[in-house]
Structures are given as structure tokens and as C-alpha cells.
T-cell receptor, first 111, second 114 residues
Framework: KNEVEQSPQNLTAQEGEFITINCSYS?????LHWLQQHPGGGIVSLFM???GKKKHGRLIATINIQEKHSSLHITASHPRDSAVYIC?????????????FGKGTKLSVKP | DAGITQSPRYKITETGRQVTLMCHQT?????MFWYRQDLGHGLRLIYY???????DKGEVPDGYVVSRSKTENFPLTLESATRSQTSVYFC?????????????FGPGTRLTVL
């Protein structure tokens, strides 16, 4: 079983829709990361959080430490949000700095 | 320009050849990482380094060699390339915080081994 599981694997939405991507993990963590990768592009860190909620523009990330679950929300989605979204965790007991990655959620937003 | 760069961006080589992928960062981050990204597997850690002259194996180190003589450079060498090493390779750097390490990724190198 993977230590970081994301759902759904693929997601297609219409422009303007509210989108939620979920991440569950099975290890103790010191932080959870959400990353974005555009087609053929590099990887960008969106959020790093250890509790509560963070917001940046139309993106919101939440985490529930007790339930070992995080969600990434996109409000008023736009075709430029089409990308792969990757959840990763910093394992509290692992080598410092190493991330454990989920396999990603491929989001396609249609105009 | 400041940031993290990788070279080459694209590389085609043949089985058995030695290939070196370069990674350079200008932030003086202590940590650097090499990942490979393959369909169905996501990102997997090959090697990482906590500081100059300190390196350690990740999840999939076989067939790869790294060195870190200077803080800013972290080259990855495939000693004898195999077709299974066809992949996209990402270098990343980070600095430690109380929460953990936010990682900054390079643009990637697409390697094809024929």
C-alpha cells in the first residue's frame, strides 16, 4: 500500500466549477506539500502546511492531522489550472528533507 | 539568474554509454535531490545530499552515481545507461525549516536510452 494516496487519479471539469482533490497518508508527518506540474513543464510548490488551512488566490489547501487527510480546492476553475497536482509529505520519522509523493491527480478544465 | 537549472534539457543516448546530468542552484540551499518521474510511479527519489560531500541513497539508486564537491552543484551520472533508465529526471533543492523542507525543482531533463 502506498504511503500517500490521492484521489481521483483523473478529473475533468468545466470552466468555473469548484474542484476538490484529496490526499490521504499513513505515516506521521511534519508537513504536507501540494505541488503543481503543467504538461511538459516543471514542478512548482503550491503549499506547505502542517495544520489548518492556507489560501493563495483561488487555491485553498486544508489538512486534518487526526484523520491524516488533506484536500486541495480550486474555486472558479479555469483551463490554465489544467495540470497534474501532486501531494507529498515530509515523513516525521524519515530522513530529514525527504518527501514521499503521491502519484498525482491529472486535472483537465474544459472551456 | 538565480534559481535551479538542469542541463541538458533533452538527451538521447545508447545503451551502455555513460551519461551525466547536471544540476546547479544559486540559493546555497544545503539539501539537493535527484528524482525520476515515470508513468505509473510518480516521483521517486534516486539520491539526495544534505551538504557538500554528504550524499545518501534514495528509493531507486541502482545504476546511478552522484557527487557533491560544491554546495551549488549536484551531478547525476548513469555509469552504463540502460533502457529502463529512460525517464524524466528532476533535480531539487531545499533548506530546512521547523516544518520541513519546501523543495524547489529544476525544469527537468528528458533522457531517452536507445
Amino acid at each position: 500500500k502506498n504511503e500517500v494516496e490521492q484521489s481521483p487519479q483523473n478529473l475533468t471539469a468545466q470552466e468555473g466549477e469548484f474542484i476538490t482533490i484529496n490526499c490521504s497518508y499513513s505515516v506521521g508527518i511534519s508537513a504536507l506539500h501540494w505541488l503543481q506540474q503543467h504538461p511538459g513543464g516543471g514542478i512548482v510548490s503550491l503549499f506547505m502546511l502542517s495544520s489548518g488551512k492556507k489560501k493563495h488566490g483561488r487555491l485553498i489547501a486544508t489538512i486534518n492531522i487526526q484523520e491524516k487527510h488533506s484536500s486541495l480546492h480550486i474555486t472558479a476553475s479555469h483551463p490554465r489550472d489544467s495540470a497534474v497536482y501532486i501531494c507529498a509529505v515530509t515523513d516525521y520519522g524519515g530522513s530529514q528533507g525527504n518527501l514521499i509523493f503521491g502519484k498525482g491527480t491529472k486535472l483537465s478544465v474544459k472551456p | 539568474d538565480a534559481g535551479i537549472t538542469q542541463s541538458p534539457r533533452y538527451k538521447i543516448t545508447e545503451t551502455g554509454r555513460q551519461v551525466t546530468l547536471m544540476c546547479h542552484q544559486t540559493w546555497s540551499h544545503s539539501y539537493m535531490f535527484w528524482y525520476r518521474q515515470d508513468l505509473g510511479h510518480g516521483l521517486r527519489l534516486i539520491y539526495y545530499s544534505a551538504a557538500a560531500d554528504i550524499t545518501d541513497k534514495g528509493e531507486v539508486p541502482d545504476g546511478y552515481v552522484v557527487s557533491r564537491s560544491k554546495t551549488e552543484n549536484f551531478p547525476l551520472t548513469l555509469e552504463s545507461a540502460t533502457r529502463s533508465q529512460t525517464s524524466v529526471y528532476f533535480c531539487a533543492s531545499s533548506y530546512p525549516t521547523l516544518l520541513g523542507n519546501e523543495q524547489f525543482f529544476g525544469p527537468g531533463t528528458r533522457l531517452t536510452v536507445l
